[in-house]
């Protein structure tokens, strides 16, 4: 699986990856030659909406994507297209927040960490790892989901390669 590094203009596309499992770096103060020498120590593709950073980078034998959709919808359309990767699927495997892993825990778990109603509401829970943030499928995940249905949509109507 393709892993990323995301410039700073970028991050809710860095979000919006990890949620289908993508392995995902995004630092807001990177300068462009530190983001050059990280993407080639973790063989990670770049991508970035900076002409002179892509340039750079590919100057630099980096693997990189110019992203120029002006919204995520067309901006993660665009990234999949260029990789050909014609299904991907969603996943609860990463924290969107800071790249971390995911695991499942039980409701007795979280019970005392989340409000109530959420608590009474749901049944799956995830905490991650690292940040140690709790995840359940609400509401939120419901517009995320259909976010996503609309791009695998897209891309089985789009034709590849041709415009
Ligand atoms: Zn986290």
């Not at 593709?45 to 995520?72: W, Y």
């Not at 901006?75 to 995911?102: Q, Y």
């Not at 995940?141 to 976010?147: L, Q, R, S």
Request: hydrophobic share 35%; with cysteine; net charge positive.
């Amino acid at each position: 699986m393709n892993r990323f590094l995301v410039d700073s203009m970028l991050g809710s596309l860095a979000r919006k990856l990890r949620m289908c499992g993508f392995d995902v770096i995004y630092e807001s103060n990177l300068e462009d030659s530190s983001i050059i020498k990280k993407a080639q120590d973790e063989k990670r593709i770049v991508l970035t909406s900076d002409e002179e950073l892509f340039l750079r980078a590919h100057k630099n034998k980096v693997g990189v994507i110019l992203i120029k959709g002006k919204n995520d919808e067309e901006r993660l359309l665009e990234l999949f297209k260029n990789l050909g990767i014609k299904e991907f699927e969603l996943e609860i495997i990463r924290c969107p927040i800071c790249n971390g892993e995911l695991t499942e825990v039980s409701r007795e778990e979280v019970k005392d960490k989340v409000f109530f109603s959420v608590y009474n509401l749901h049944k799956r829970f995830y905490l991650c790892k690292s940040c140690g943030k709790i995840y359940w499928e609400g509401s939120h995940w419901e517009k995320i989901t259909k976010f996503f249905d609309r791009i695998s949509h897209r891309l089985r109507r789009e034709k590849f390669g041709g415009k």
